[in-house]
């Protein structure tokens, strides 16, 4: 089974841009969609991101995701950071031996 | 309202069983795959297991296969995750989750609160 490594946190201050990494540790990263969540403290995930770079609906387009198939890497990029954006940030994918892997979750803080 | 509510947690001894469910409302049921996730005390999120929608196909991680069962009664609209031989690792809050697309590539778009299991002796 494949790994997604993300950074276990991230600092940023209001207003700005702050990238989120997921990194597949083999198979292609392009080859299965990469999924978003959002979890906040004592709270149940919500999907931000589905399908590599789909948004739900109600989620703002300051929230944009992309795969890089070069460096086998997913990105989650938070444009105009909010207060309310603190949080932990976590990628998904699958696999073809029908395996769901999480990654091991980013930790946002907003200063 | 879309609801997923979970229920059936509690405190158990190692090496017991447990059957969580989840009830579904407001949305067709037997049209959405299903999962279970879990998150031990302060750790990531850990897929525990997926069904279709009809029930006859289901995965799990390595780490339950064997010991964890899931399952679905789509004329009750609840999802069910049997669980044996427990052990302190299994202790965290377990949440079942809606899939819209009907494989396990899907994302989860509705997630419940969870319920809270704790194996100890």
């Known amino acids: 089974n494949f790994v997604l490594t993300q950074s276990q946190s991230v600092s940023e201050s209001p207003g700005k841009t702050v990238t989120i990494s997921c990194a597949r540790s083999w198979g292609n990263i392009a080859a299965d969609f990469v999924h978003w969540y959002q979890q906040r403290p004592g709270s149940a995930p919500t999907p931000i991101i589905y399908d590599n770079n789909q948004r739900p609906s109600g989620v703002p387009g300051r929230f944009s995701a992309s795969v890089d198939a070069s460096s086998n890497t997913a990105s989650l990029t938070i444009f105009g950071l909010l207060p309310e954006d603190e949080a932990d940030y976590y990628c998904?994918?699958?696999?073809?031996?029908?395996?769901?892997?999480f990654g091991g979750g980013t930790k946002l803080t907003v200063l | 309202q879309v609801h997923l509510v979970e229920s059936g947690g509690g405190v158990v001894q190692p090496g017991r069983s447990l059957r969580l469910s989840c009830t579904a409302s407001g949305f067709s049921f037997n049209n959405f795959v299903m999962f279970w996730v879990r998150q031990a005390p302060g750790k990531e999120l850990e897929w525990v297991s997926f069904i279709s929608s009809d029930g006859m196909t289901t995965y799990y991680s390595d780490n339950e296969k064997g010991r964890f069962s899931i399952s679905r009664d789509n004329r009750r609209n609840t999802l069910y995750l049997q669980m044996s031989d427990l052990r302190p690792e299994d202790t965290a809050v377990y949440h079942c989750?809606?899939?819209?697309?009907?494989?396990?590539?899907?994302?989860?778009?509705?997630w419940g609160k969870g319920t809270t299991v704790t194996v100890s002796s």
């Open positions: 989750a809606r899939g819209p697309r009907n494989d396990i590539s899907s994302h989860m778009d509705i």
């Open positions: 998904q994918s699958s696999d073809v031996t029908d395996l769901v892997i």
